[in-house]
């Protein structure tokens, strides 16, 4: 059987359900998302929207049926001055991490919050040991705000 392909594309209200069962898990499991009770579907549904009206963009990585993760920017810090400053967040599937998935998003956000009026993207990575995350960040080059090397 051949896999199928992956694409990146904007995130619907069809993708909610597998966008809150990503995220759920990486707060059960982790300390990324900064949240130490998994939102329910109400809640993400409600970040979506207001993102949406701001203008900010949502993605998902998508292999045929499958929502493998998902990417979207917000404000860095609610402060005029920081208007145009981002963070990023990169939500994968458990079954899609250290397959090259994270690494397809951020290049398609960037260009998306860049077209949004955003000039600067920050990555605040809550555990310095989620080396995947670290290594996803490092790559994408300077400017990243990233923890030292272990």
């Not at 995130?11 to 990486?26: M, N, S, Y």
């Not at 993102?51 to 402060?79: E, H, M, N, T």
Request: glycine share 12%; net charge positive.
């Amino acid at each position: 059987m051949t896999p199928s392909p992956l694409f990146i594309r904007p995130r619907t209200d069809a993708d909610l359900p597998a966008v809150t069962a990503i995220h759920g898990e990486a707060v059960r499991r982790g300390t990324g998302s900064f949240e130490t009770d998994a939102p329910e579907l109400a809640e993400m549904a409600r970040r979506r929207h207001d993102a949406l009206a701001k203008g900010q963009p949502g993605l998902v990585a998508q292999a045929g049926d499958d929502v493998l993760g998902y990417a979207c920017a917000a404000p860095f810090r609610p402060r005029r001055t920081y208007r145009y400053t981002l963070k990023d967040s990169i939500y994968l599937h458990s079954e899609a991490r250290g397959q090259g998935v994270g690494r397809l998003m951020p290049g398609e956000l960037l260009a998306r919050c860049k077209a949004w009026g955003g000039r600067q993207m920050l990555a605040v990575i809550g555990d310095s040991q989620n080396r995947g995350s670290v290594a996803l960040h490092r790559a994408l080059g300077p400017g990243a705000a990233i923890p030292p090397a272990p």
